[in-house]
Each structure stands twice: as C-alpha cells, then as structure tokens.
C-alpha cells in the first residue's frame, strides 16, 4: 500500500533562518506531488506541485521554493523565513495521469516563524 | 479559473441533529472532480469521497450523504444524527480534468463542532 511521510511534525523557527521540509512517498511510482499551505484559519492553498524529477510549478509567488531531487521525494525550503510563512504545511500526492482519484495528504507540518 | 466556496466557516449543532455542509463552486470545465475531505483535530486531512462531473446521482455512506446539483454548482455534505467524532474541518475541493496534472482547488472550509 502506498504511504506518504512527511517531518518533522512541527517546527518552530526564528526569523531569516532557513527552512527544509522533507517529504517522501512509498509504494507507488512516477506520483504527482504537492505541497499545500494552510494558515490560520483559512482553507489550503496550493503551493507547488511537481508531475516528475526536476519538474516544480509554482502557485503564488512568495518566499518559498521547492524541489524533487528524487521521484518520490519533494522538499520544501526557504532561504529566510518570514513571520508569514508560519502555518501548517502538507504534502500530497496523487497517481499521474489519473483523471478518477484523489490526493493523498501526509500528517502535515506545524511551523511556526518567531 | 476554479473556485471553490465555503460560505459556512463555523457550524456547531446538538450531538444526534442533522447538519448539511454547502460547497458552491466554479470551473469553466465540463469535466471536473469534486471531493469532500475531513481534517480532524490531528491536522491529516482524510478523504470522503470524489465525485466527478457527469455523476450527479446522490451518494449516501453510512451517515454521509452528498448531493450534487450541476444545476446549481453546488455538492452539498449532509451528516445525519451527528456525532461528537464527526467534530472537525471539512473541505470541500475542485479539480479539473487536465491530464497528468490534478491540482486540487480548495474551499476555505467549515469547522463543524457537534455539542454532546
């Protein structure tokens, strides 16, 4: 069966620190990948997403990046962290070139920027 | 460009009442997706179901019922005699057909509350 991992669980970081979000998914291959934000109070935004190696659409611009260095990896980062970019990360995936399925949510990242 | 709407962003109703969840959206699509998922206190979101554009048959499952109308845009979440467990945030989501890319398109969500 196919699971997704995602760590750490929570993250509390100062101001202009680096960020690194890691997550990973097995038993499947060739997925498509996904990393949502959702802030306080407010519904998932999408962020990036990824149809394969190297292969990163991004939704809004802002402080963050993203990368997938290997198929069923997908990490998320940032250079400087900013106040705002504290919320609850969550990474998903789906099967490619499937139009009849869903995505599938890791456990998700708390983060908090202080 | 897709758009999702939650209107309701806090319900809460006595343990045992029936509470119906609405989710309006927009796509320019004929072919889309539309899915109902459940985020609980622990922060996972986890699926309920997915819908797709040319099946407007009302699904029912166990105490969850969901109706689609095209007519009206809109696939409504009912819960019937509700539970204290069922206490979480439901999002409501979009995803239109382009192959090889299902983006999910997200409602801001209800935060449903079940009072025992």
């Known amino acids: 069966s196919q699971t997704i991992h995602q760590w750490p669980a929570t993250l509390v970081q100062p101001v202009g620190s680096p960020l690194s979000l890691e997550c990973t998914v097995e038993?499947?291959?060739?997925?498509?990948l996904y990393w949502y934000r959702q802030a306080a109070g407010r519904g998932l935004q999408l962020l990036f997403y990824?149809?394969?190696?190297?292969?990163i659409s991004s939704e809004v611009p802002q402080n963050l990046s993203a990368s997938r260095p290997q198929d069923r990896q997908f990490i998320l980062s940032s250079k400087k962290l900013l106040l705002s970019d504290s919320g609850f990360y969550l990474c998903?995936?789906?099967?490619?070139?499937?139009?009849?399925?869903?995505?599938?949510f890791g456990q998700g990242t708390r983060l908090t920027v202080v | 460009a897709q758009k999702v709407t939650q209107a309701q962003t806090e319900i809460s109703v006595v343990e045992k009442e029936d509470v119906t969840l609405d989710c309006v959206y927009e796509?320019?699509?004929?072919?889309?997706?539309l899915f109902w998922y459940k985020q609980p206190p622990s922060g996972e979101l986890v699926f309920l179901i997915r819908?797709?554009?040319?099946?407007?048959q009302n699904e029912i499952s166990g105490r969850y019922s969901w109706n689609f109308q095209k007519s009206t845009s809109s696939f409504n979440f009912t819960i019937t005699a509700s539970q204290v467990v069922d206490s979480a945030v439901y999002f409501c989501?979009?995803?239109?057909?382009?192959?090889?890319?299902?983006?999910?398109?997200f409602g801001t969500g209800t935060r449903l509350t079940i009072i025992p």
């Open positions: 998903a995936w789906s099967a490619r070139d499937r139009w009849d399925t869903e995505a599938f």
């Open positions: 038993g499947t291959s060739n997925p498509n």
């Open positions: 990824s149809v394969g190696i190297g292969q």
């Open positions: 796509t320019r699509d004929t072919t889309y997706y």
């Open positions: 819908r797709n554009s040319f099946d407007e």
């Open positions: 989501a979009l995803s239109e057909a382009n192959f090889g890319n299902e983006k999910l398109t």
